[in-house]
């Protein structure tokens, strides 16, 4: 997949908001159209979450990719975008590993979030990566976060970071298209937080648990339940959404 030049704003309110609203006006914005800014005073993440940004510190881009691949491989497009985040951290030495769905993780320590939201033939991934943001910052957030900064103890600028992650991110994504989750299986499973252990996932609604047994083909959990028998003669329950964490039995 190709990007086109980056557009930078000095602010927005939240890249994905500002991208979503250019297409729902009919604006022809290129595939591969990025959208780049180092603070948002609205940024979003999943459910109500909110993710914060510092200014002229932190990382934050939505990348519009036109794809009418079904909403139901669409699950998996987070998924893709994450492992990039992982290949382009590894430029800078930091071992990160995948939190499904749409997380990155360096230790229990979330320095990435991927905010994914369709339109009819279309998708914008949004991005929010911690670069420069320093262990004080880190401790006023209410989960556990890190970034380039405190990884590596060196300051990097949020728009020599994107060059990098756009280049790793593009081999990603265009393995994704060639072969949906599947193609990424692989990698996925050797990156993830949590598999073959307990779990629990939390929808906002019902919360189950359970051992995360492994992913489907469009990247949905596969969640074996406590309660059945674990010895391969039942199927494991398939979740496309929620929150994952870690739990003791």
């Not at 939240?14 to 595939?31: F, H, K, M, W």
């Not at 794809?67 to 990160?96: C, F, W």
């Not at 692989?186 to 051992?211: E, M």
């Not at 979740?239 to 964490?245: K, T, V």
Request: net charge negative; aromatic share 6%; proline share 4%.
């Amino acid at each position: 997949m190709t990007f086109a030049e980056p557009e930078w704003f000095e602010q927005v309110t939240s890249t994905n908001t500002i991208v979503l609203e250019r297409i729902d006006a009919g604006e022809s914005l290129p595939d591969g159209y990025v959208l780049a800014t180092t603070e948002q005073t609205a940024g979003r993440g999943r459910g109500t979450r909110h993710w914060h940004a510092e200014a002229g510190r932190d990382l934050c881009c939505s990348i519009l990719y036109r794809n009418d691949a079904p909403a139901r491989q669409l699950a998996s497009l987070a998924m893709a975008t994450a492992l990039g985040i992982v290949d382009a951290l590894h430029e800078y030495g930091i071992k990160a590993q995948t939190k499904w769905p749409n997380d990155v993780l360096v230790g229990d320590a979330k320095i990435a979030g991927i905010l994914c939201e369709l339109r009819p033939g279309s998708a914008v991934i949004g991005i929010g990566l911690n670069v420069s943001m320093s262990a004080a910052e880190a401790a006023r957030i209410d989960q556990p976060a890190t970034s380039i900064l405190i990884e590596t103890g060196t300051v990097q600028a949020p728009r020599e970071v994107l060059p990098i992650l756009l280049q790793v991110l593009s081999r990603r994504l265009q393995a994704w298209q060639e072969g949906g989750f599947a193609g990424l299986r692989s990698d996925w499973c050797r990156h993830c937080l949590a598999l073959g252990q307990d779990i629990t996932i939390d929808d906002g609604d019902t919360r189950q648990t359970g051992v995360l047994a492994g992913f489907g083909d469009a990247g949905q959990l596969l969640l074996q339940p406590h309660d059945l028998a674990q010895d391969g003669s039942s199927t494991p329950v398939e979740i496309w959404s929620g929150h994952l964490r870690l739990t003791n039995r």
